[in-house]
Protein backbone atom coordinates (compact mmCIF):
# COMPACT_ATOMS: atom_id res chain seq x y z
CA UNK A 1 0.00 0.00 0.00
CA UNK A 2 1.45 3.36 -0.88
CA UNK A 3 2.59 5.70 1.79
CA UNK A 4 0.95 9.07 1.89
CA UNK A 5 2.75 12.36 2.91
CA UNK A 6 1.53 16.00 3.12
CA UNK A 7 4.57 18.07 2.80
CA UNK A 8 5.33 21.35 3.65
CA UNK A 9 7.53 23.95 2.40
CA UNK A 10 6.90 28.08 3.53
CA UNK A 11 8.58 30.79 1.62
CA UNK A 12 8.28 34.44 2.83
CA UNK A 13 4.72 35.18 1.25
CA UNK A 14 3.45 31.82 0.66
CA UNK A 15 3.16 28.12 1.41
CA UNK A 16 3.82 25.23 -0.94
CA UNK A 17 2.65 22.27 -0.21
CA UNK A 18 1.86 19.13 -1.62
CA UNK A 19 0.17 15.15 -0.95
CA UNK A 20 1.67 12.85 -2.60
CA UNK A 21 1.08 8.61 -2.29
CA UNK A 22 5.28 7.23 -2.88
CA UNK A 23 6.41 9.42 -5.10
CA UNK A 24 2.80 10.12 -7.40
CA UNK A 25 1.78 13.25 -6.59
CA UNK A 26 -1.95 13.79 -6.02
CA UNK A 27 -2.43 17.65 -5.84
CA UNK A 28 0.26 20.80 -4.76
CA UNK A 29 -0.68 24.28 -4.02
CA UNK A 30 1.38 27.40 -3.73
CA UNK A 31 -0.67 29.49 -0.91
CA UNK A 32 -0.13 32.99 -1.63
CA UNK A 33 0.08 35.48 1.59
CA UNK A 34 -0.28 39.07 1.27
CA UNK A 35 2.47 41.36 2.60
CA UNK A 36 -0.83 42.85 4.98
CA UNK A 37 -1.64 39.65 5.97
CA UNK A 38 1.70 38.45 6.55
CA UNK A 39 2.60 42.36 8.36
CA UNK A 40 0.33 41.24 11.76
CA UNK A 41 2.98 39.06 12.86
CA UNK A 42 5.82 40.32 14.76
CA UNK A 43 8.26 37.29 14.39
CA UNK A 44 7.74 34.16 11.73
CA UNK A 45 6.92 31.86 14.51
CA UNK A 46 3.83 33.86 14.90
CA UNK A 47 2.59 33.05 11.91
CA UNK A 48 2.02 29.06 12.95
CA UNK A 49 -1.22 29.10 13.55
CA UNK A 50 -2.25 31.28 10.24
CA UNK A 51 -0.12 29.14 7.85
CA UNK A 52 -1.75 25.86 9.50
CA UNK A 53 -4.89 26.72 9.48
CA UNK A 54 -5.07 27.89 5.54
CA UNK A 55 -3.18 24.22 4.78
CA UNK A 56 -6.08 22.10 6.80
CA UNK A 57 -8.16 24.57 5.19
CA UNK A 58 -6.07 23.44 1.66
CA UNK A 59 -6.57 20.20 2.46
CA UNK A 60 -10.68 19.68 2.95
CA UNK A 61 -10.86 21.35 -0.20
CA UNK A 62 -8.68 19.21 -2.08
CA UNK A 63 -10.79 16.05 0.04
CA UNK A 64 -7.54 14.86 1.75
CA UNK A 65 -8.28 13.50 5.22
CA UNK A 66 -5.80 14.34 7.47
CA UNK A 67 -5.96 10.74 9.47
CA UNK A 68 -4.96 9.17 5.96
CA UNK A 69 -1.29 10.63 6.02
CA UNK A 70 1.54 8.24 7.17
CA UNK A 71 3.76 11.19 7.91
CA UNK A 72 4.49 15.06 7.33
CA UNK A 73 7.69 16.40 5.55
CA UNK A 74 8.68 20.16 6.29
CA UNK A 75 11.39 22.00 4.56
CA UNK A 76 14.47 22.37 7.08
CA UNK A 77 15.24 25.90 8.61
CA UNK A 78 18.74 27.60 9.49
CA UNK A 79 19.17 25.26 12.45
CA UNK A 80 22.54 24.26 13.63
CA UNK A 81 25.18 22.93 11.22
CA UNK A 82 24.14 19.27 10.66
CA UNK A 83 25.23 16.56 8.35
CA UNK A 84 22.55 16.00 5.40
CA UNK A 85 19.84 13.75 5.80
CA UNK A 86 16.27 12.71 6.60
CA UNK A 87 15.71 14.40 10.45
CA UNK A 88 12.97 13.11 12.82
CA UNK A 89 10.98 16.69 14.31
CA UNK A 90 12.23 16.42 18.00
CA UNK A 91 11.66 18.59 20.93
CA UNK A 92 15.17 20.20 20.40
CA UNK A 93 14.58 20.12 16.49
CA UNK A 94 11.66 22.11 16.99
CA UNK A 95 13.31 24.55 20.12
CA UNK A 96 16.24 25.41 17.41
CA UNK A 97 13.26 26.14 14.51
CA UNK A 98 12.07 28.68 16.80
CA UNK A 99 15.05 30.52 17.97
CA UNK A 100 16.48 30.16 14.45
CA UNK A 101 20.59 29.35 15.63
CA UNK A 102 21.84 30.97 12.22
CA UNK A 103 18.74 33.24 11.55
CA UNK A 104 15.28 33.47 10.78
CA UNK A 105 13.26 32.40 7.84
CA UNK A 106 9.98 31.05 7.06
CA UNK A 107 11.70 28.27 6.07
CA UNK A 108 12.05 27.22 10.00
CA UNK A 109 8.25 27.18 10.08
CA UNK A 110 7.84 23.87 8.01
CA UNK A 111 9.63 21.13 10.51
CA UNK A 112 6.95 23.55 13.45
CA UNK A 113 4.10 22.66 10.78
CA UNK A 114 4.57 19.48 10.43
CA UNK A 115 5.43 18.31 13.52
CA UNK A 116 2.10 19.80 14.76
CA UNK A 117 0.22 18.45 12.25
CA UNK A 118 1.42 14.68 12.23
CA UNK A 119 1.27 15.01 16.40
CA UNK A 120 -2.74 15.49 16.05
CA UNK A 121 -2.74 12.07 14.26
CA UNK A 122 0.03 10.18 15.67
CA UNK A 123 1.95 10.32 12.57
CA UNK A 124 5.90 10.67 12.47
CA UNK A 125 7.28 14.37 11.33
CA UNK A 126 10.75 14.83 9.38
CA UNK A 127 12.49 17.48 8.13
CA UNK A 128 15.48 16.75 5.20
CA UNK A 129 18.58 18.48 4.18
CA UNK A 130 18.55 21.89 5.56
CA UNK A 131 19.86 24.45 3.83
CA UNK A 132 22.06 24.34 7.41
CA UNK A 133 23.73 20.99 6.03
CA UNK A 134 27.20 21.37 6.35
CA UNK A 135 29.55 18.19 5.69
CA UNK A 136 33.03 20.66 4.80
CA UNK A 137 36.08 18.80 5.01
CA UNK A 138 38.20 20.74 8.03
CA UNK A 139 40.57 21.95 5.39
CA UNK A 140 38.03 23.32 3.27
CA UNK A 141 37.35 25.69 5.92
CA UNK A 142 39.99 27.92 6.08
CA UNK A 143 39.65 31.00 4.70
CA UNK A 144 43.20 32.76 5.55
CA UNK A 145 42.26 34.80 8.02
CA UNK A 146 41.56 33.38 11.70
CA UNK A 147 38.73 35.39 12.52
CA UNK A 148 37.38 34.08 8.98
CA UNK A 149 35.81 30.16 8.60
CA UNK A 150 34.43 29.31 5.22
CA UNK A 151 30.82 27.63 6.29
CA UNK A 152 28.63 25.72 4.15
CA UNK A 153 25.26 27.71 3.14
CA UNK A 154 23.66 26.23 -0.36
CA UNK A 155 21.11 24.40 -1.93
CA UNK A 156 21.46 21.02 -0.07
CA UNK A 157 17.98 19.76 -0.58
CA UNK A 158 18.18 19.65 -4.42
CA UNK A 159 21.66 19.10 -5.05
CA UNK A 160 21.32 15.85 -3.14
CA UNK A 161 18.05 15.05 -4.63
CA UNK A 162 20.20 15.37 -7.99
CA UNK A 163 22.91 13.58 -6.93
CA UNK A 164 20.68 10.60 -5.60
CA UNK A 165 18.62 10.74 -9.27
CA UNK A 166 21.96 10.02 -10.73
CA UNK A 167 22.83 7.65 -8.68
CA UNK A 168 19.63 5.47 -8.77
CA UNK A 169 19.55 6.17 -12.68
CA UNK A 170 23.12 4.38 -13.36
CA UNK A 171 21.94 1.32 -10.66
CA UNK A 172 24.24 3.10 -7.94
CA UNK A 173 24.10 4.46 -4.45
CA UNK A 174 24.40 7.77 -3.74
CA UNK A 175 26.91 6.78 -0.84
CA UNK A 176 29.03 5.04 -3.30
CA UNK A 177 29.54 7.93 -6.24
CA UNK A 178 31.39 10.99 -6.98
CA UNK A 179 29.48 13.91 -8.54
CA UNK A 180 30.04 17.75 -9.15
CA UNK A 181 26.28 19.61 -8.51
CA UNK A 182 26.53 22.82 -9.76
CA UNK A 183 22.75 24.18 -8.71
CA UNK A 184 21.60 27.28 -11.08
CA UNK A 185 19.22 29.68 -9.74
CA UNK A 186 18.60 32.91 -8.25
CA UNK A 187 21.93 31.55 -6.06
CA UNK A 188 24.49 29.46 -7.27
CA UNK A 189 26.52 27.01 -5.42
CA UNK A 190 28.63 24.26 -6.82
CA UNK A 191 29.39 21.53 -4.39
CA UNK A 192 31.80 18.31 -4.68
CA UNK A 193 29.86 15.57 -3.17
CA UNK A 194 32.33 12.20 -2.25
CA UNK A 195 30.76 9.28 -1.25
CA UNK A 196 27.54 10.33 -0.17
CA UNK A 197 28.93 13.98 1.47
CA UNK A 198 28.94 17.32 0.40
CA UNK A 199 32.86 17.80 0.97
CA UNK A 200 33.27 21.49 -0.23
CA UNK A 201 30.93 23.53 -1.87
CA UNK A 202 30.92 27.34 -2.46
CA UNK A 203 28.65 29.73 -0.10
CA UNK A 204 25.82 30.50 -1.88
CA UNK A 205 24.72 33.64 0.06
CA UNK A 206 27.44 35.74 1.33
CA UNK A 207 30.13 35.84 -1.59
CA UNK A 208 31.64 33.14 -2.52
CA UNK A 209 32.17 31.62 -6.19
CA UNK A 210 30.39 32.51 -9.30
CA UNK A 211 28.18 35.62 -9.52
CA UNK A 212 24.42 34.77 -10.13
CA UNK A 213 21.21 36.80 -10.90
CA UNK A 214 21.23 38.01 -6.97
CA UNK A 215 24.32 37.63 -5.67
CA UNK A 216 27.93 38.96 -6.27
CA UNK A 217 29.78 35.36 -5.78
CA UNK A 218 33.31 36.33 -4.84
CA UNK A 219 34.88 39.64 -5.13
CA UNK A 220 38.02 41.06 -5.14
CA UNK A 221 39.06 41.42 -1.63
CA UNK A 222 40.88 45.12 -1.84
CA UNK A 223 38.51 47.29 -3.86
CA UNK A 224 35.71 46.01 -1.54
CA UNK A 225 37.34 46.93 1.66
CA UNK A 226 37.41 50.00 0.54
CA UNK A 227 34.50 50.39 -1.11
CA UNK A 228 32.58 49.52 2.61
CA UNK A 229 34.65 52.43 3.98
CA UNK A 230 34.38 54.87 1.10
CA UNK A 231 31.27 56.71 3.17
CA UNK A 232 29.00 56.00 0.35
CA UNK A 233 27.33 53.25 1.71
CA UNK A 234 25.87 51.68 4.72
CA UNK A 235 26.61 48.42 6.09
CA UNK A 236 23.17 47.34 4.99
CA UNK A 237 23.41 48.68 1.62
CA UNK A 238 26.48 47.58 0.91
CA UNK A 239 24.92 44.12 1.97
CA UNK A 240 22.01 44.39 -0.28
CA UNK A 241 24.85 45.34 -3.15
CA UNK A 242 26.33 41.21 -2.67
CA UNK A 243 22.99 39.98 -1.50
CA UNK A 244 20.03 40.35 -3.87
CA UNK A 245 21.46 43.63 -5.63
CA UNK A 246 24.39 41.70 -7.03
CA UNK A 247 25.07 39.89 -10.04
CA UNK A 248 22.98 40.29 -13.67
CA UNK A 249 20.67 42.86 -10.96
CA UNK A 250 23.74 44.67 -10.59
CA UNK A 251 24.81 44.84 -14.36
CA UNK A 252 21.59 44.68 -15.96
CA UNK A 253 18.98 45.52 -13.61
CA UNK A 254 17.07 41.99 -14.40
CA UNK A 255 17.58 39.01 -12.55
CA UNK A 256 15.40 37.08 -15.18
CA UNK A 257 17.77 35.14 -17.39
CA UNK A 258 15.28 34.38 -19.84
CA UNK A 259 14.88 38.17 -20.59
CA UNK A 260 18.67 38.27 -20.30
CA UNK A 261 19.51 35.73 -22.85
CA UNK A 262 16.92 37.04 -25.36
CA UNK A 263 18.54 40.25 -24.87
CA UNK A 264 21.77 38.89 -24.97
CA UNK A 265 21.13 38.59 -28.60
CA UNK A 266 21.46 42.32 -29.93
CA UNK A 267 23.33 43.05 -26.64
CA UNK A 268 27.26 42.54 -26.04
CA UNK A 269 27.00 43.60 -23.01
CA UNK A 270 25.17 41.27 -22.03
CA UNK A 271 26.40 38.38 -24.26
CA UNK A 272 29.83 38.91 -22.08
CA UNK A 273 28.15 39.22 -18.78
CA UNK A 274 26.57 35.82 -19.60
CA UNK A 275 30.08 34.37 -20.92
CA UNK A 276 31.66 35.53 -17.75
CA UNK A 277 28.57 33.75 -15.87
CA UNK A 278 29.30 30.40 -17.92
CA UNK A 279 33.07 31.05 -17.43
CA UNK A 280 32.89 31.80 -13.61
CA UNK A 281 30.82 28.63 -13.17
CA UNK A 282 33.06 26.69 -15.05
CA UNK A 283 36.22 27.19 -13.04
CA UNK A 284 34.32 26.43 -9.65
CA UNK A 285 33.20 23.05 -11.41
CA UNK A 286 37.05 22.50 -12.40
CA UNK A 287 38.05 23.23 -8.27
CA UNK A 288 35.93 20.89 -7.39
CA UNK A 289 37.15 18.43 -9.72
CA UNK A 290 40.55 19.21 -8.08
CA UNK A 291 38.71 18.59 -4.51
CA UNK A 292 37.51 14.70 -5.31
CA UNK A 293 41.63 14.47 -7.40
CA UNK A 294 39.77 14.23 -10.49
CA UNK A 295 37.57 10.57 -9.59
CA UNK A 296 34.61 12.23 -11.15
CA UNK A 297 31.78 10.01 -12.03
CA UNK A 298 29.51 12.82 -13.43
CA UNK A 299 28.98 16.64 -13.40
CA UNK A 300 25.36 17.87 -12.79
CA UNK A 301 23.81 21.02 -13.98
CA UNK A 302 20.18 21.79 -12.17
CA UNK A 303 18.17 24.79 -10.82
CA UNK A 304 16.22 26.91 -13.24
CA UNK A 305 19.10 28.15 -15.05
CA UNK A 306 19.57 24.56 -16.51
CA UNK A 307 17.03 25.43 -18.63
CA UNK A 308 18.81 27.39 -20.99
CA UNK A 309 20.81 25.33 -23.36
CA UNK A 310 22.40 27.91 -24.24
CA UNK A 311 24.16 27.69 -20.80
CA UNK A 312 24.22 24.33 -20.31
CA UNK A 313 25.81 23.48 -23.85
CA UNK A 314 28.37 26.47 -23.37
CA UNK A 315 29.22 25.29 -19.79
CA UNK A 316 29.30 21.77 -20.76
CA UNK A 317 32.11 22.18 -23.48
CA UNK A 318 34.12 24.14 -20.69
CA UNK A 319 34.22 20.46 -18.38
CA UNK A 320 32.69 17.12 -20.22
CA UNK A 321 36.80 16.71 -20.67
CA UNK A 322 36.59 16.37 -16.71
CA UNK A 323 33.21 13.97 -16.69
CA UNK A 324 29.77 13.26 -18.51
CA UNK A 325 27.54 16.45 -18.19
CA UNK A 326 23.89 15.72 -16.91
CA UNK A 327 21.59 17.77 -17.13
CA UNK A 328 18.18 17.80 -14.35
CA UNK A 329 16.80 21.36 -14.97
CA UNK A 330 14.75 23.32 -12.39
CA UNK A 331 14.68 22.22 -8.61
CA UNK A 332 11.59 19.71 -7.49
CA UNK A 333 11.81 20.45 -3.85
CA UNK A 334 8.37 18.70 -2.68
CA UNK A 335 9.52 15.45 -4.26
CA UNK A 336 12.63 15.62 -2.69
CA UNK A 337 11.05 16.45 0.67
CA UNK A 338 8.63 13.14 -0.25
CA UNK A 339 11.33 11.02 -1.06
CA UNK A 340 13.49 11.65 1.82
CA UNK A 341 10.88 10.58 4.62
CA UNK A 342 9.80 7.46 1.84
CA UNK A 343 13.79 6.76 3.01
CA UNK A 344 13.08 6.28 6.62
CA UNK A 345 9.72 4.68 6.35
CA UNK A 346 10.63 2.37 3.60
CA UNK A 347 13.47 1.48 5.60
CA UNK A 348 16.47 2.54 2.80
CA UNK A 349 18.21 4.83 5.88
CA UNK A 350 17.44 5.47 9.39
CA UNK A 351 16.27 8.99 10.79
CA UNK A 352 18.74 10.97 12.62
CA UNK A 353 18.35 12.69 15.77
CA UNK A 354 19.04 16.33 15.70
Known amino acids: MAIRSLIINPGS??????????????????????????????????????????IIECLKEQDIDIKTLDMVVGRGGLVKPIPGGTYRVSDALIEDLKVGPQGQHASNLGGVLAREIADEIGKPSF?????????????????????????????????????????????????????????MGGGVSVGAHRKGRVVDVSNALEGDGAFSPERAGALPVGPLVRLCYSGKYTEKEMYKRIVGGGGFTAYLGSND???????????????????AFIYQISKDIGARAAVLEGKV????????????????????????????VIVYPGEDELLALAQGGLRVLNGEEEAKDY
Not at 139 to 164: C, D, T, W, Y
Not at 301 to 313: E, F, M, Q, R, S
Open 127 to 183: IVDPVAVDELEPVARISGIPAIERNSIFHPLNQKAMARRYAKENGKRYEDINVIVAH
Open 257 to 275: MVEITKRAENDEHARLLID
Open 297 to 324: DAIILTGGIAYGKTVTDAIARHVDWIAP
Open 13 to 54: TSTKIAVFDDEEMLFDKTLRHSVEEISKYDTIFDQKQFRKDI
